[in-house]
């Protein structure tokens, strides 16, 4: 069975920082592009930010550029989100996916394997 589990969310202060952590069971991520997408209460689901699985290009939604580091470790079929100077905007539950093959996706329903989500919260 593919599984992806996030971890790492909690809640943190404006401006801090968090690293949330996918990691994969029942397949390997060498072949699957990796998004992270959040959505926050009575929203929508909005991509973060992804990165493929050939020559580990990235793509940042405008909301996150410079502030969050996408990056993956095939060695240990996990990929991470640096998430720093957050903000209360950010508040949401975050969600990795994996979509088979190199290319950059940013749409979610290019995506066909889901965790569950880990929840950041971002409030003094």
């Known amino acids: 069975q593919l599984q992806l589990v996030e971890s790492g969310g909690g809640l943190v202060q404006p401006g801090g920082s968090l690293r949330l952590s996918c990691a994969a069971s029942g397949f390997t991520l060498d072949y699957y592009a990796i998004g992270w997408f959040r959505q926050a209460p009575g929203k929508e689901r909005e991509g973060v930010s992804c990165?493929?699985?050939?020559?580990?290009?990235?793509y940042y939604a405008d909301s996150v550029k410079g502030r969050f580091t996408i990056s993956r470790d095939n060695a240990k079929n996990a990929v991470y989100l640096q998430m720093n100077s957050l903000k209360p905007e950010d508040t949401a539950v975050y969600y990795c996916a994996a979509a088979w093959g190199p290319p950059l996706r940013v749409a979610p329903d290019e995506y066909n394997v889901w965790g569950q989500g880990t929840r950041v919260t971002v409030s003094s």
């Open positions: 990165i493929s699985s050939s020559d580990g290009s990235t």
